[in-house]
């Protein structure tokens, strides 16, 4: 009996041995097809991707978008200059005008640390230091304020009202001189 079980046994085996190599494939059409599908469908998948991914709005025939004024909107810097006319110091805004415009933000409330305007105490040590430091700060920035030189109003502006708000603070500094170009315009 013990003959007829390791019979048994070993063609049991030898069956389970010849299920475990067999996979999905078992002809060579079948292979055939799963080798195409390995190779097409990566592919379709790639190129729709693609497209996806480059899909956006394309200028089309009989479109302005290609038309001098539409790129020159593409292509613009993100900054411009601005180049003012000094020459009509009349024009030009006055002390009092900046101070309100640009100043008061901070100077008329003592925000950040700024001096309050007509506060001769905290304006004393910093009239000491001259109109010219005064000036460089305002147009530099210092401390909490940002540089105003550049800004809405020319350096000339600037300078005015440091001496409007230095003035109302104890200086007694003169109006500052206009640019050459408005000295030259003035005398003739």
């Known amino acids: ?24 494939i078992r002809t060579p059409k079948q292979l055939a097809w799963a080798v195409f599908f390995a190779f097409v469908v990566p592919v379709i998948v790639i190129v729709l991707l693609a497209s996806y991914v480059s899909s956006e709005n394309k200028p089309a025939a009989g479109s ?10 593409r292509i613009q810097p ?14 030009l805004a006055t002390g009092e005008k900046v101070f309100q415009a640009q100043c008061s933000a901070c100077h008329a409330t003592g925000a950040v640390g700024a001096p ?3 506060d001769a105490a905290a304006w004393a040590p910093r009239i000491k230091t001259g ?18 030189g550049g800004g809405d109003f020319s350096d000339f502006e600037v300078a005015r009202a ?17 640019p050459a170009a408005a000295a030259s315009a003035a005398s003739n």
Do not use: R
């Open 162 to 178: 440091v001496v409007y708000m230095a003035n109302h603070g104890g200086a007694s500094f003169e109006e500052p001189k206009a």
């Open 1 to 24: 009996m013990s003959g007829t079980q390791d019979h048994a046994h070993s063609s049991h085996d030898s069956s389970h041995h010849d299920e475990a190599h067999e996979g999905p």
């Open 116 to 118: 309050k305007f007509g």
């Open 78 to 91: 993100v900054g411009s200059s601005e180049v003012k006319d000094v020459s009509d110091v009349a024009s």
């Open 64 to 73: 302005d978008a290609m038309d001098d004024k539409a790129v020159a909107m």
């Open 131 to 148: 109109f010219d430091a005064l000036l460089h700060s305002a147009l530099q920035g210092k401390g909490n304020m940002a540089p105003q």
